[in-house]
């Protein structure tokens, strides 16, 4: 019978110590965290937050002398709107992170610091979980907020774009593309685009307009721009991933040729 012990692991430093997260010792002898914590939005914690230092304490740290001299294992931390990060096995309520694959719940703190917003966030290893030891803090200063575009954009039809466009490059700007030689040297992630009449696309998920790409599960609009090139048609499409939703980066453009 699967011996179950629990304990409530608080963090008298943080105000998250309110938080009360139930853990229990498995059949394997590994603490295992309670990660069905209700949803409860924190619009603090929504953003990309870059790793700066790894500290035993929240107190510990220091902005101006970096506590860990080596590298930084864990780089970043993106924290999407409704609990949700562009990990699956990341979720998030207000002031914990749960790891669903190693079912653990680490408290995170916000703190502005000398004009700057820094997370303190509890890193559940190894050591929390096989070896039952108090979880250190990775410290990481928020970079970028998640950008939203308005998507609710009215139709406003465009024939020249319906039908099916297929992927030949990938480049910084329009005004880089060459078809003559190929700037993109490694695979093309999106192979091809499918623009339906009225507004509809290939896939469920975006719709658009003249001129604009709606993308409805990451709030995206795309702008996109049909060229003649060669006696050839291409669209230049705007690419917003993850560097332009919680990075803050400008969008790359893909090129795609008319089939």
Same mark, same amino acid.
């Given at each position: 019978m699967k011996n179950i012990l629990i304990l409530a692991v608080m963090l008298a430093a943080c105000p998250a110590a309110a938080l009360e997260i139930k853990s229990s010792v498995n059949a394997k002898g590994e603490l295992e965290d309670d990660i069905n914590l209700p949803f409860v939005n924190d619009p603090a914690a929504i953003g990309r937050w870059e790793s700066v230092d790894f500290v035993?304490?929240?107190?510990? $740290? @220091?902005?101006?002398?970096?506590?860990?001299?080596? *590298?930084?294992? $864990?780089?970043?931390?993106?924290?999407?709107?409704?609990?949700?990060? #562009?990990?699956?096995?990341?979720?998030?309520?207000?002031?914990?992170?749960?790891?669903t694959n190693d079912r653990t719940a680490s408290r995170y703190e916000i703190k502005k610091i000398g004009g700057a917003q820094y997370m303190f966030f509890e890193w559940k290893s190894g050591d929390y979980t096989i070896r039952h030891m108090k979880p250190q803090y990775y410290v990481l200063k928020k970079t970028a907020s998640v950008?939203? @575009?308005?998507?609710?954009?009215? $139709?406003? @039809?465009?024939?020249?774009?319906?039908?099916?466009?297929?992927?030949?490059?990938?480049?910084?700007?329009? *005004?880089?593309?060459?078809? /003559?030689?190929?700037?993109?040297?490694?695979?093309?992630?999106?192979?091809?685009?499918? $623009?339906?009449?009225?507004?509809?696309?290939?896939?469920?998920?975006?719709?658009?307009?003249?001129?604009?790409?709606?993308?409805?599960? @990451?709030?995206? /609009?795309?702008?996109?721009?049909?060229k003649n090139i060669g006696g050839a048609d291409y669209l230049f499409f705007e690419w917003k991933?993850? *560097?332009?939703?919680?990075?803050?980066?400008? #969008?790359?453009?893909?090129?795609?040729?008319?089939?």
């Open positions: 035993a304490e929240p107190g510990d $740290f @220091d902005p101006a002398e970096r506590a860990r001299k080596g *590298d930084l294992f $864990f780089k970043e931390l993106v924290l999407l709107p409704d609990g949700k990060s #562009p990990s699956g096995w990341w979720t998030w309520t207000k002031g914990a992170v749960m790891h950008r939203r @575009d308005n998507i609710n954009l009215p $139709f406003r @039809d465009d024939p020249a774009v319906v039908g099916e466009w297929a992927s030949v490059d990938f480049v910084e700007s329009p *005004d880089k593309f060459s078809p /003559a030689a190929k700037a993109w040297r490694g695979d093309l992630y999106l192979k091809e685009l499918v $623009f339906l009449p009225k507004g509809k696309g290939g896939k469920p998920w975006w719709t658009w307009t003249k001129g604009v790409v709606m993308h409805h599960g @990451d709030k995206t /609009a795309s702008r996109y721009e049909l991933s993850g *560097d332009y939703v919680f990075r803050g980066a400008r #969008p790359f453009y893909y090129v795609l040729r008319k089939k």
